[in-house]
């Protein structure tokens, strides 16, 4: 029964928008330039190995047995993040959105499946939702990080884990059964035996498909008393079922702590994990409480906001591809996350439609899909993450490659820390994803080649950022002469981009895109030229090009 109540409050709120303008697009009025999900550029990295920006807190929970390698706390954390805020690290790699991995409270003890000890580091296995974990740092952390971060246009993702607990230690007890499942293990070979069972052992799986009321676990209660909160937590929750009508069943308890981020931060958006281990509804229901919590937000604190976007839904459906258009098929069932809930999905095609196609065929593939099927809609390219075991470029033997395809193909882009000064992707000594998750080599930033690497992304992400066009607009192949050109167009954003031309004097084609007379620049040789007879002549040291109206 409450799940067709949940279904029609989800259709209820999305009849309500139906004539509200698209505020996919919005003018950031901070900063006076164009926001497009559809063509962020998104820089996504681990909390914990990214900076370390307050190294009191480098140890709590007696966090200290010994690790295998990788696989323990390494310092990294919020301050740090904001520590590259403020320096503008971001603003000139042209990021214009940041997404961390979980920052709430990590179980205490460690684990160890044959690879040595591992803690939490990573974020995704959450002992209590409600609380900064010490290592990340506190709540005037957080809030003076998506502080700097709006004040210079940047958006803040956090991370969404609904799908579990963290796994069971000797400090860590299991939830109770009424809240989690701990068998069976996820076969994963139809619908069921993705969603109805846990990931891997030893890691309980909540009861996302139960309506049935239950009490807050015993852990959680006895962990807030000794805090001193446990009053103002229940009051909350209390305050929370009366205003949704939900019952106090295992999902709705941590989608109200996970929507507190949003009221008391503001912040702008969720990348959702292990989104197909969990029923499709849950996602339109959270949806539904992100969108207003995002409300209240902007009501209470109409000085922080930035603009009139939305708060921005990303899902991780593991293995999702753009080929898929909005469906992601299980074998026996074909289930569309796209429908009343994300805005955007995780495309793990990307990868592989760089390697085997030309550039040509690869954004037409991707032009065709984002403005025909997938309309309306988004996804998040990458080419390294911290889970694909099978990068792009694992060994950063190809870094200049590697940005200009992601930074200039259809879709939104997510750089992975260190994409852009050649962290490696190979730690020797390492096991599993724990070689694609090692601090970031700040200290090789100033060598040469990584010079040479950063700026190439640097130039490139800032056009990208500049210009929606570049990720959202209608991509035109121009020609393939001296070289290959291109030209994007959204509304009145229009840019042509060139590659593999010559060093030196090169003509290109910009007909139709720029009139005669009018002045280009080069944003990649920062030079400019006159747009004479429908071509324009730059002469430039750089095999690229990278032509705005002046």
């Not at 390697?355 to 390294?384: C, P, R, W």
């Not at 820390?417 to 730690?427: K, Q």
Request: with cysteine; proline share 3%.
């Amino acid at each position: 029964m409450f799940r067709k109540i949940g279904f029609l409050l989800s259709l209820l709120t999305i009849l309500s928008c139906k004539d509200k303008p698209n505020t996919d697009v919005a003018i950031n009025d901070k900063n006076n330039k164009q926001f497009n999900w559809k063509a962020a550029n998104v820089y996504f990295l681990l909390t914990d190995r990214f900076n370390n920006g307050d190294s009191s807190n480098d140890v709590n929970f007696d966090r200290t047995a010994e690790t295998g390698k990788l696989r323990g706390f390494e310092g990294g954390d919020i301050k740090g993040v904001t520590q590259k805020v403020k320096e503008g690290y971001f603003t000139d790699l042209g990021i214009n959105a940041i997404w961390m991995t979980p920052i709430v409270e990590q179980i205490h003890g460690g684990t160890d499946e044959g690879t040595g000890i591992t803690y939490g580091f990573h974020g995704y296995w959450t002992k209590d939702w409600t609380k900064i974990d010490p290592n990340f740092g506190t709540k005037e952390d957080l809030k003076e990080l998506v502080e700097a971060a709006h004040s210079k246009g940047i958006r803040i993702l956090l991370d969404a884990v609904i799908n579990h607990t963290g796994p069971v230690t000797e400090k860590d007890p299991v939830w109770p059964s009424d809240w989690v499942r701990t068998s069976p293990q996820c076969k994963y070979d139809n619908y069921e035996n993705t969603v109805s069972c846990t990931l891997v052992k030893n890691l309980p799986d909540i009861l996302t498909d139960s309506d049935k009321e239950v009490a807050l676990p015993p852990q959680l209660v006895a962990k807030w008393k000794a805090e001193g909160r446990y009053e103002q937590e229940v009051k909350e929750l209390d305050a929370f079922f009366a205003r949704t009508g939900y019952p106090r069943a295992p999902r709705f308890y941590i989608m109200k702590w996970l929507t507190d981020y949003i009221t008391e931060f503001g912040i702008d958006g969720y990348r959702v994990d292990t989104v197909k281990h969990t029923e499709e509804s849950v996602w339109q229901e959270f949806r539904v409480e992100c969108d207003y919590a995002f409300n209240e937000f902007k009501k209470n604190h109409p000085d922080r906001v930035m603009d009139a976007t939305d708060f921005f839904l990303v899902g991780e459906v593991y293995n999702y591809g753009i080929s898929g258009g909005q469906f992601f098929n299980f074998g026996d069932k074909k289930v569309n996350y796209f429908d009343k809930a994300f805005h955007s999905l995780i495309n793990f095609e990307f990868k592989w439609n760089a390697k085997q196609m030309s550039k040509e065929d690869l954004f037409v593939k991707y032009d065709t899909a984002l403005q025909n099927e997938l309309e309306g809609f988004g996804v998040l390219n990458y080419l390294s993450s911290h889970d694909d075991g099978q990068p792009f470029d694992p060994r950063r033997e190809n870094t200049m490659e590697t940005a200009t395809l992601l930074l200039l193909s259809p879709g939104a882009s997510q750089v992975y820390y260190g994409d852009e000064t050649a962290r490696s992707l190979v730690i020797e000594g390492t096991e599993g994803d724990a070689t694609l998750r090692s601090f970031m080599n700040w200290e090789e930033t100033g060598n040469e080649m990584n010079k040479a690497v950063l700026t190439h992304w640097q130039k490139l992400g800032q056009f990208r950022a500049k210009h929606p066009s570049v990720g959202a607009g209608k991509h035109k192949a121009i020609t393939t002469e001296g070289g290959y050109s291109f030209s994007r167009e959204l509304a009145e954003d229009k840019v042509v981009v060139g590659l593999n031309y010559v060093k030196g004097a090169k003509e290109i084609n910009v007909a139709g895109i720029f009139e005669d007379g009018s002045m280009v620049r080069d944003a990649y040789a920062n030079v400019e030229a006159e747009v004479k007879d429908g071509k324009v002549v730059v002469n430039s040291e750089f095999d690229i090009v990278l032509l705005e109206k002046k």
